[in-house]
C-alpha cells in the first residue's frame, strides 16, 4: 500500500521555465513533509520541507506547497536549470515515528537547455 | 559536513550466499536506516536502529537482517541471497533532534548484483 504517491514517473520543462512536480498522500497521521533531489550514482539529498501547520515554504528558486485536505502537495522550480535534472522523492513523516519517512516513488526531471 | 559511507559501491552474489554490507556515519547520529530504491518502487525501509544495538523493521524486512553494535555503524544482512535482492541499497542516519523532524542523510548507495 503506497501511502506517499507520485503519479508522474517523469517531467520535462524547458530551462527557465517553471517546474511543478507532484505529491500525493494517504495517511492522516503525516505532519511533515520533504523532497529530496537524487542524482545518479549518488545518495539522496534534502531539499525543502514543510510542516503541516503551513501551507506554503520557500527557499531560493525552490518553494513546497501543502493542501492538507486534498493530502497534497507540490514541488515548484522557477527558473528550471539544467543542473536541477534529477530524480525527486516526495517524503513524510508523522510525530513519534523515531524519524521514520515514508518516500513516494519518485519523478524523475529533465530540463532542456 | 556529515559523511554517510557505504562499504561497496558495487557488488556480485552468487544465490545462497551470505552478504553484508557496512554503513558508517560521522556525525554520532542515533539514528540509522537501511533502503532499497528500485525502479517504479521508490525508496522503501528495510530497518532501522534508533540506538546501539535497537533495531525496528521496516515496511519490508524479510530476508534481511541488521546489527548496530557501535552508534556509528549500521550492517545489512541478507542471510541467503536471492535474485529478487538484485537492488541498489542506500544506508541514511539522523539525529533525535529536540522534537524536530532532522534531515536524513544518505551514503552513496550499495548496487548489488546477486546472480
Known amino acids: 500500500d503506497q501511502q506517499v504517491k507520485q503519479n508522474s514517473p517523469s517531467l520535462s520543462v524547458q530551462e527557465g521555465r517553471i517546474s511543478i512536480l507532484n505529491c500525493d498522500y494517504t495517511?492522516?497521521?503525516?505532519?511533515?513533509f520533504l523532497w529530496y533531489k537524487k542524482y545518479p550514482a549518488e545518495g539522496p539529498t534534502f531539499l525543502i520541507s514543510?510542516?503541516?501547520?503551513?501551507d506554503k515554504n520557500e527557499d531560493g528558486r525552490f518553494t513546497v506547497f501543502l493542501n492538507k485536505s486534498a493530502k497534497h502537495l507540490s514541488l515548484h522550480i522557477v527558473p528550471s536549470q539544467p543542473g536541477d535534472s534529477a530524480v525527486y522523492f516526495c517524503?513524510?513523516?508523522?510525530?513519534?515515528?523515531?524519524?521514520?519517512?515514508?518516500f513516494g516513488t519518485g519523478t524523475k526531471l529533465q530540463v532542456i537547455p | 559536513d556529515v559523511k554517510v559511507t557505504q562499504s561497496s559501491r558495487y557488488l556480485v552474489k552468487r544465490t545462497g550466499e551470505k552478504v553484508f554490507l557496512e554503513c558508517v556515519q560521522d556525525?554520532?547520529?542515533?539514528?540509522m536506516f537501511w533502503y532499497r530504491q528500485d525502479p517504479g518502487l521508490g525508496l522503501r525501509l528495510i530497518y532501522f536502529?534508533?540506538?546501539?544495538?535497537?533495531?525496528e523493521k521496516g515496511d519490508i524486512p524479510e530476508g534481511y537482517s541488521v546489527s548496530r553494535e557501535k552508534k556509528e555503524r549500521f550492517s545489512l544482512i541478507l542471510e541467503s541471497a536471492s535474485t529478487n535482492q538484485t537492488s541498489m541499497y542506500l544506508c541514511?542516519?539522523?539525529?533525535?533532534?529536540?522534537?524536530?523532524?532532522?534531515?536524513?542523510?544518505f551514503g552513496p548507495g550499495t548496487r548489488l548484483l546477486v546472480l
Open positions: 541514511a542516519s539522523s539525529s533525535s533532534g529536540q522534537g524536530e523532524r532532522e534531515t536524513q542523510y
Open positions: 495517511n492522516s497521521m503525516f505532519d511533515y
Open positions: 514543510i510542516s503541516s501547520i503551513k
Open positions: 517524503a513524510a513523516t508523522s510525530a513519534g515515528g523515531y524519524q521514520k519517512v515514508t
Open positions: 556525525m554520532d547520529h542515533e539514528n
Open positions: 536502529s534508533y540506538d546501539v544495538k535497537m533495531k
